[in-house]
């Protein structure tokens, strides 16, 4: 399920014309009654508790939504069979006017994939069973919305939160995508009108809502497999959808090849490009150039895009089984058929699902929600419980909910309620907060670090040793990297904003260091910045994921347990001389391997990008410096993007103090930029009047934003410029690489054919890619394959495998990436994430700017590029199932609510504290953990370090109904 505001005025106006009409976009003299005869799709239909409160209370739910009556409810606020005005009618503003008045929300409810094309392609009665199913999953899914979800405010500022007499909703069932696939869906209207428990109309919480929005789609994909399993006898099982995504769930039987050629929107502008291309050769006698190709690109996107043309359900049934046809040549009702084969399983009741299932499903669920983030709510542990939970059939909606009731209430109490503070009195239902103890203890193992010295000792020259030695950099990075030398603590942490030369500082910190105390350590978040960071520093980096691997994961773990078999071979009686020398070797070099994973005493040990790096991590490098008295010095800027998995502990830090910090930029070669950057950083609106009075902000339709960016960033790459193509999220980005790789065929210097590479594009001879994991069998001259090198393909191999060789290094050897390696981890390499740009550092960047971006993201954009950082900013949203583009917004618009909106993680102690004033520190047990792998052998006793000498509840959410 997506959700999707409609604002007042241009709101208004995509309900009407494309939601209820099934964006077919009818004219405004046309009725929504000629739409529902000419496709015969079902008229929209009003559902929920709060129509009893309308039309002098005659309105019936189910009865057919007509257009006058939408006009009152979702365009003025009234009630849409009087027209009185139901509480303060709305008053839309002119486009561009600022912020519009919420009339609705629009919540879709999407079939899996597997489903709409076992629907599309079934008998009149699979099909009629299966849109059965839908319904009743979607009637239960509302069921719970209207009970659990829908709130309104009341008090003081809306301070306190309660239920309301119900919801008012129009519900419209839709067929087909925009492109014509099978996408069985209903957009459900959620009106922004409720009455309160006294009887007085307000608008509904809408952050409740968005809060509940993942809870609900998972509730309702569990209940809709539910009822097809009921129904039809079905099996599901969960399909990969990449890294960092949780998978789908679709029906067995169902070939990835149909749901691919059933997904082919990607692929209409392309091959029309193709066509497009081809005819103009013909006709001119030459290649387009590439302001032709740009233009007719953005032609080409407009006519591709379906006007959503009014099909009759009958046409697009014998369209999509001529279409199975072609790509199986098998008959569309065998390929249904397929589906429908499941064993028979006796639907589960929730008092069959026993305390060892329950209790196995609860330890999904907190492993879930804390590898996601160190805080999190009541309706997170709502959306896990739903998923781990998932691969059970159950016998009714009724027993769905009893379960994931069960399943919420024995989480919630293994986890750690931060917000339990009884004086608080104005909580949103599902906001409750929990961490684990783990995490707390991580945090606080963090915190006591920054406050603990170690014995390292302090020699009576060092600061004159520091002054000399990082003499040559500027005030504020002297200032900074001599806290760190002559600092006794355990922890320290040095923040530094983009461009303020951290890489510079952290060189001469190293070299001093390694003068007055002992050796460097390096670790980064990736292996490319892990061999960057190792130049500057002169020492060993590695990724902190890789040290913790090796030092007390798995690896560590294997090593541990080959050591215990290696020592029960030297006390075997029975065994020869031979065998005991050969586990007495066999434990040598145990240890001896070991021990290149552990941190020495005197060791400065740096964590770069420390804002990216997870708590847990830190707390264990931390552990493991503290055991061999050494020094962590965490480097990064919290400001900046934080960790994918539970994170926050840098930011705590950071706010908390003390800190080393750094101030002035470097990387900047316009004045105005570097001061804008730091506006930005914080969050101040004024920044982008610089951006924008500096001619550095475009803004149209997302299409022509992405023809402009790559136009822009192909135009710089060929003067010689080092380039960054950028977009926040990934779709965007595999858009602009297969419009690059379109240009570069048309210009050919690509070849057409190619192989898939694991983002679903092509990758041909003369493409650039960029590798997604370190691969360390893969040796290159300067180590092995890193996650984010860019290369080069030079020749595509039988098999699936590719040879390519480094780009912007021509004369270097080629290398061999197998076929199963480039299935999983090569992309094409032309744009990236913003994400994956942190701590990069080029000429200029170009970075396509979407609406749900956050301010970190926005930061990180227009940091990157020494001499121009350029913005594309989209003002639509287009969405390539059926939404149309929605609301227009200005440029300015957008952006103002990118800057407003901050991904930044709250620690779990910072939250504890926000919560309880008087305590700010949660009890935590005087114990700590002890290591997961203990040391191979003995450890030695340490002793003071001699300097060197000098050289000169509430109650459950998820309640029953």
């Avoid at 489903?115 to 899914?141: F, K, Q």
């Avoid at 040095?494 to 002992?518: E, H, I, N, Q």
């Amino acid at each position: 399920m997506s959700m999707h505001k409609l604002t007042v005025g241009d709101g208004y106006t995509y309900l009407t014309r494309h939601v209820a009409a099934g964006d077919a976009g009818l004219s405004p003299a046309d009725s929504l009654t000629a739409y529902y005869e000419q496709t015969g799709n079902p008229a929209g239909r009003w559902l929920g508790r709060g129509l009893e409160s309308l039309g002098a209370g005659d309105f019936e739910p189910r009865s057919v939504v007509a257009e006058l009556a939408m006009t009152h409810l979702f365009r003025d606020g009234c009630d849409p069979v009087t027209g009185a005005p139901v509480g303060r009618p709305y008053r839309a503003t002119a486009p561009g006017e600022g912020r519009h008045a919420v009339a609705g929300y629009d919540l879709t409810f999407t079939a899996p994939k597997s489903v709409s094309v076992v629907w599309g392609l079934a008998d009149d009665s699979t099909r009629a069973t299966l849109y059965d199913a839908h319904r009743a999953a979607l009637a239960s899914a509302l069921e719970f919305v209207e009970h659990s979800v829908i709130r309104t405010r009341v008090g003081a500022a809306g301070c306190r939160q309660v239920k309301t007499r119900g919801m008012i909703a129009a519900a419209f069932d839709h067929w087909d995508s925009r492109a014509g696939d099978p996408n069985l869906h209903t957009h459900v209207v959620i009106a922004n009108k409720v009455q309160g428990p006294d009887g007085v109309w307000r608008s509904l919480d809408g952050r409740t809502l968005h809060a509940a929005t993942v809870t609900v789609s998972e509730l309702y994909d569990a209940l809709l497999a539910d009822e097809v399993t009921r129904r039809l006898g079905t099996t599901w099982s969960p399909r990969d959808r990449g890294e960092r995504r949780n998978p789908a769930f679709e029906l067995d039987g169902v070939g990835e090849d149909l749901l691919a050629d059933f997904s082919t929107r990607s692929e209409q502008i392309h091959c029309a490009q193709q066509r497009w291309t081809e005819e103009f050769a013909e006709r001119r006698g030459r290649a387009p150039s590439r302001t032709e190709t740009t233009r007719a690109r953005q032609h080409l996107t407009r006519e591709t895009r379906p006007p959503k043309v009014v099909r009759a359900l009958c046409d697009l049934l014998a369209d999509w089984a001529n279409r199975a046809r072609a790509l199986t040549g098998l008959e569309p009702a065998d390929l249904a058929a397929r589906a429908l084969t499941g064993g028979y399983g006796r639907p589960l009741h929730a008092t069959d699902v026993g305390q060892e299932v329950r209790a196995a499903i609860v330890a999904q669920v907190l492993e879930d929600v804390s590898t996601r983030r160190s805080v999190w709510s009541t309706w997170n542990l709502g959306a896990a419980a739903l998923r781990s939970s998932l691969a059970l059939r159950m016998a009714s909606a009724e027993d769905r909910l009893a379960l994931t009731n069960g399943l919420v209430a024995a989480a919630g109490d293994a986890c750690v309620r931060l917000d339990d503070n009884p004086e608080q009195t104005h909580r949103r239902v599902g906001e409750e907060t929990f961490t684990s103890l783990e995490l707390l203890q991580a945090e606080r193992t963090l915190l006591d670090a920054a406050e603990t010295d170690i014995p390292l000792g302090i020699h009576p020259l060092a600061e004159r040793i520091a002054d000399r030695h990082l003499a040559e950099l500027s005030d504020d990075q002297r200032d900074a990297a001599k806290a760190v030398l002559l600092s006794t603590r355990s922890l320290d942490v040095l923040v530094g904003p983009a461009g303020s030369g951290k890489t510079t500082t952290l060189s001469a910190l190293a070299d001093g260091w390694r003068r007055m105390r002992g050796d460097v350590v390096g670790l980064a978040p990736s292996a490319s910045a892990a061999a960057t960071l190792s130049e500057a520093l002169g020492a060993r980096c590695e990724t902190a994921a890789k040290w913790i691997y090796e030092s007390i994961g798995d690896a560590a773990a294997r090593r541990a347990l080959a050591y215990q078999q290696a020592r029960a071979a030297l006390g075997d009686p029975d065994a020869t001389y031979w065998d005991r020398n050969d586990a007495n070797q066999r434990r040598g070099a145990l240890v001896a391997t070991q021990d290149q994973w552990r941190f020495r005493r005197g060791d400065l040990v740096v964590v770069d990008e420390a804002s990216m790096a997870d708590t847990r991590t830190l707390a264990a490098l931390v552990d493991q410096a503290a055991a061999a008295d050494a020094k962590v010095l965490l480097v990064g800027d919290h400001l900046q993007r934080g960790a994918v998995d539970a994170g926050g502990a840098f930011g705590m830090l950071a706010r908390r103090g003390p800190t080393a910090e750094l101030r002035t930029l470097w990387r900047f070669s316009h004045p105005w930029e570097a001061r804008a950057t730091l506006d930005l950083r914080h969050g101040d609106a004024a920044a982008l009047d610089a951006y924008i009075q500096h001619g550095r902000v475009s803004h149209g339709t997302h299409d022509d934003m992405l023809d402009d960016a790559l136009s822009a960033a192909t135009d710089a790459e060929a003067q010689g410029r080092t380039v960054l193509l950028a977009a926040a999220d990934r779709r965007t980005v595999n858009e602009l690489n297969a419009r690059a790789r379109a240009e570069r065929i048309r210009t050919g210097t690509v070849r057409t054919t190619g192989i898939t590479l694991s983002d679903g594009l092509t990758g041909g001879v003369g493409d650039r890619i960029v590798t997604r994991r370190n691969n360390r069998r893969l040796r290159t001259n300067d180590g092995f394959v890193r996650n984010g090198v860019l290369w080069q393909i030079t020749d595509v191999l039988p098999g699936g495998g590719l040879r390519v060789r480094p780009v912007g290094d021509p004369a270097s050897g080629t290398l061999r990436l197998p076929a199963a390696y480039v299935a999983e981890s090569v992309e094409l390499g032309y744009a990236t994430t913003t994400a994956r740009s942190q701590g990069m550092t080029v000429g200029e960047t170009h970075t396509v700017i979407t609406a749900g971006m956050g301010r970190e993201d926005l930061y990180v954009a227009v940091s990157r590029g020494r001499h121009l950082n350029r913005l594309y900013v989209a003002t639509d949203r287009p969405d390539p199932d059926c939404l149309p583009s929605g609301e227009a917004a200005t440029a300015r618009e957008v952006l103002d609510r990118i800057l407003a909106t901050t991904h930044a993680e709250a620690s779990a102690t910072e939250t504890w504290a926000t919560h309880h004033p008087d305590a700010p520190q949660p009890p935590l047990p005087a114990t700590r953990p002890q290591p997961v792998i203990p040391p191979l052998r003995p450890q030695m006793t340490p002793r003071p370090l001699t300097p060197s000498p000098s050289p000169v509840l509430d109650g459950s959410v998820l309640e029953r109904w």
